[in-house]
C-alpha cells in the first residue's frame, strides 16, 4: 500500500503562484510514476502532469504546459506541483496519484493505484 497526503493549495489571484505538495509513504518503492489531475465543478477529473518516479521524465497537459511544473525529491517521497501565472480556469481540487503499473505514464485516472485526498486551489479574477 502507498499513502498520498497532499498539501498547499488555497487562494490566489490571477496571475499569482501557488506550489502543492504530495508526500508518500509506505511502499514507495513500487511507484513508477506520479500524476497531478485535477477537478473542476461539474467537471470530470482531468489529468495534468506527471512525473516518473526514477528518471524525472516528465509530461504535461497542453493547458497548463509553460505555467506549471512537476518536480520530485525522492529523499522526501515528495512530488511537488509548481503552478505560476495562474488563471481564475486552473480553480479545481486537485489531486495527486500514485502508479505501481510499470505500464508507462498514464494521462487517464485508471492509470493511477493510489489518491491523495485532494486539496483546493482557487484563483480570483
Known amino acids: 500500500q502507498v499513502q498520498l497526503v497532499q498539501s498547499g493549495g488555497g487562494l490566489v489571484q490571477a496571475g499569482g503562484s501557488l506550489r502543492l505538495s504530495c508526500a508518500a509513504s509506505?511502499?514507495?518503492?513500487?511507484?513508477?510514476?506520479m500524476g497531478w489531475f485535477r477537478q473542476a465543478p461539474g467537471k470530470e477529473r482531468e489529468f495534468v502532469a506527471a512525473?516518473?518516479?526514477?528518471?524525472?521524465?516528465?509530461y504535461y497537459a497542453d493547458s497548463v504546459k509553460g505555467r506549471f511544473t512537476i518536480s520530485r525529491d525522492n529523499a522526501k517521497n515528495t512530488v511537488y506541483l509548481q503552478m505560476n501565472s495562474l488563471k481564475p480556469e486552473d480553480t479545481a481540487v486537485y489531486y495527486c496519484a500514485a502508479d505501481r503499473s510499470g505500464w508507462g505514464v498514464s494521462f487517464v485516472l485508471r492509470g493511477y493505484d493510489y489518491w491523495g485526498q485532494g486539496t483546493q486551489v482557487t484563483v480570483s479574477s
Open positions: 512525473i516518473s518516479w526514477s528518471g524525472g521524465n516528465t
Open positions: 509506505g511502499r514507495t518503492f513500487s511507484i513508477k510514476y
